[in-house]
């Protein structure tokens, strides 16, 4: 499968736990997003990388929140001290960049902070 | 005022039956637009892009209005397998590329 993956799909944790997830784009993607959604909304934007190069960080996305593309091709995105409220699909998507700016979907991760 | 609007729905249409969504969006620098199909509980996935002359893909249509800063999904002939959550996609503009997504339009397709 050469698509967009994500790990772990699911997450369950306790509210005040640090949680990390992962992103593998598609290979020869330059461009990584992280959105967030919530029940009946649509997808949010977090942030967006070009290659390593963190380019934007949504306002949503607190001093608890941080994310790295460290060689360009996989993405983490770390909650620290999570909160109720940070419970929702976590989405990763990538495009090819250049003149293509069709971004494709991952799986998602689903948290659940109790 | 949002950045992009859709009415929620749902949309509870009988097999065969002809839909259409609208979308608006409040950006009149946006750049590229598109509809995204979402099935509960997965990932977004890309139905079609919307260029300016319009755009056709078997049962599905779509078109933009940029001096009503609407684009619109036609859908023909509905099938059972069309029900899902139809989200409009508008491009920043501000170059960089991030998505905005309106709250997604909720159809079934009733047998």
């Known amino acids: 499968d050469t698509g967009v993956s994500q790990d772990p799909r699911h997450k369950i944790t306790k509210r005040g736990q640090n949680v990390t997830f992962r992103c593998d784009p598609i290979?020869?993607?330059?461009?990584l997003y992280w959105y967030r959604q919530t029940l009946g909304q649509g997808p949010e934007f977090l942030t967006y990388?070009?290659?390593?190069?963190?380019?934007?960080k949504s306002r949503l996305l607190s001093d608890r929140f941080s994310a790295e593309r460290p060689k360009g091709s996989f993405s983490t995105l770390e909650i620290q001290r999570t909160e109720q409220g940070d419970s929702a699909m976590y989405l990763c998507?990538?495009?090819?960049?250049?003149?293509?700016?069709?971004?494709?979907f991952g799986p998602g991760t689903r948290l659940l902070v109790l | 005022r949002k950045e992009v609007e859709q009415d929620p729905g749902p949309f509870n249409v009988p097999e065969g039956a002809t839909v259409a969504f609208n979308c608006t969006y409040s950006?009149?620098?946006?750049?590229?637009f598109f509809w995204y199909r979402q099935d509960c509980r997965k990932e977004p996935k890309l139905l079609m892009s919307v260029y300016s002359s319009g755009n056709e893909d078997g049962r599905f249509t779509a078109q933009l209005n940029r001096a009503s800063q609407y684009i619109s999904l036609l859908i023909r002939d509905s099938k059972l397998s069309d029900s899902a959550t139809y989200l409009c996609v508008v491009n920043n503009p501000s170059g960089t590329y991030k998505y905005i997504f309106g709250t997604g339009t909720r159809l079934k397709v009733l047998a």
């Open positions: 990388f070009q290659n390593e190069a963190q380019l934007e």
């Open positions: 998507a990538s495009s090819l960049g250049v003149a293509e700016e069709t971004q494709y």
């Open positions: 290979s020869e993607h330059n461009r």
């Open positions: 950006n009149s620098a946006s750049q590229s």
